[in-house]
């Protein structure tokens, strides 16, 4: 049973920062595929970012690029959102993706609000 618990949402103002964590109960987490998303109401989930298994290369939706940065901690089965800069819109709920053999695997989300 696969399980990952996101944490470290919040209040933010316009501007500021937020890391988010990841942490997952798996074996092997060095060959999941790691990624972040986010869905605000009303919408579709919008994938964010992706670390993927073997080189760990890092992709970035576009609207995050420069802004945003994917890591892991394999030694911690962790995977990180460092958010900086974050504006109105980045507001959602941001979820953690794992995917291996096929299988998509989420968390419960954790809220961002960036708000003055």
């Known amino acids: 049973q696969v399980q990952l618990v996101e944490s470290g949402g919040g209040l933010v103002q316009p501007g500021g920062s937020l890391r988010l964590s990841c942490a997952a109960s798996?074996?092997?987490?060095?060959?999941?595929?790691m990624g972040w998303y986010r869905q605000t109401p009303g919408q579709q989930r919008e994938w964010v970012a992706t670390?993927?298994?073997?080189?760990?290369?890092?992709t970035y939706t576009d609207s995050v690029k420069g802004r945003f940065t994917i890591s892991r901690d394999n030694a911690k089965n962790t995977v990180y959102l460092q958010m900086n800069s974050l504006k109105p819109e980045d507001t959602a709920v941001y979820y953690c993706n794992a995917r291996f053999m096929q299988r998509d695997y989420w968390g419960q989300g954790t809220q961002v609000t960036v708000s003055s």
């Open positions: 798996v074996n092997l987490f060095s060959l999941y595929v």
């Open positions: 670390s993927g298994s073997g080189d760990y290369s890092t």
